[in-house]
């Protein structure tokens, strides 16, 4: 009898083993194909010709350019929207590059504007960024994240920030056809704020949602006045 249960016990471990390594080989093709199935650019510092070539396909005003893997290839709808998130911090473009970079923050943006309003690509417009808690909303916009030069209180933004915002909106909309943006305060306008689809987060903070009527109303401005 004891022969008997140490070998149904034997073949009980001996089958977890196998369906672990069976788990594991399956993880592992999963994680080969979504690598491989990831652009070249992604990840690593660009050419200057690769960057050329990216700044081509998006926008002029690119000051730096770190892209992430954190993102659907391509997106699956076409650019109706634009979503503006703040940083809740002070982060160079640099550093919020890095974090973009880390798959297991599953976490990123088309682009962001520091404190002096310098412009960075995270993941190109053509591609979905995971931003907005909302993958809906995220394949329709263009989302832009806006560094902060308080900490909590309203979140206040830089005015180099800010007028870097104005212009980098102006431009996705000019290239994308957007020809007027609509601020409605919920999700049915194409100009929306991180807060309309997560009730966990007061982004983009008091100081940038009570200007996105002043936002919509300058880009209109704007695009009405440019050839």
């Known amino acids: 009898m004891k022969t008997e249960s140490r070998g149904r016990e034997f073949r009980s471990i001996w089958f977890l083993l196998l369906?672990?390594?069976?788990?594991?080989?399956?993880?592992?093709?999963?994680?080969?194909?979504?690598?491989?199935?990831?652009?070249?650019?992604?990840?690593?510092?660009?050419t200057e010709e690769e960057k050329t070539e990216v700044i081509g396909n998006n926008s002029s005003l690119i000051d730096y350019i770190y892209l992430s893997?954190?993102?659907?290839?391509?997106?699956?709808?076409?650019?109706?929207?634009?979503?503006i998130h703040h940083m809740a911090g002070d982060l160079a473009l640099e550093d919020l590059g890095e974090t973009f970079s880390r798959r297991?923050?599953?976490?990123?943006?088309?682009?962001?504007?520091?404190?002096?309003?310098?412009?960075a690509l995270y993941v190109e417009e053509e591609n979905r960024a995971w931003t907005s808690s909302s993958r809906e909303n995220d394949d329709q916009a263009v989302t832009i994240e806006v560094?902060?030069?308080?900490?909590?209180?309203?979140?206040?933004?830089?005015?180099?920030?800010?007028?870097?915002?104005?212009?980098?909106?102006?431009?996705i909309c000019s290239r994308n056809g957007i020809d007027q943006?609509?601020?409605?305060?919920?999700?049915?306008g194409n100009l929306t704020i991180h807060k309309m689809f997560s009730d966990e987060t007061e982004c983009p903070g008091p100081y940038l949602e009570e200007r996105m009527?002043?936002?919509?109303?300058?880009?209109?401005?704007?695009?009405?006045?440019?050839p």
């Open 213 to 226: 009527e002043e936002i919509s109303d300058e880009v209109n401005k704007r695009l009405k006045d440019s």
């Open 19 to 46: 369906g672990f390594c069976v788990a594991a080989a399956g993880v592992l093709i999963l994680c080969i194909n979504f690598s491989a199935a990831l652009p070249d650019t992604i990840g690593r510092k660009l």
């Open 104 to 119: 297991d923050r599953r976490a990123s943006s088309n682009y962001a504007i520091d404190t002096k309003g310098r412009v």
């Open 69 to 83: 893997p954190n993102a659907d290839f391509p997106r699956g709808s076409e650019i109706r929207k634009i979503t």
């Open 147 to 171: 560094a902060n030069d308080e900490l909590g209180g309203d979140w206040h933004v830089s005015e180099e920030a800010y007028e870097a915002l104005l212009d980098l909106v102006v431009d």
């Open 181 to 188: 943006l609509r601020f409605t305060g919920d999700a049915d």
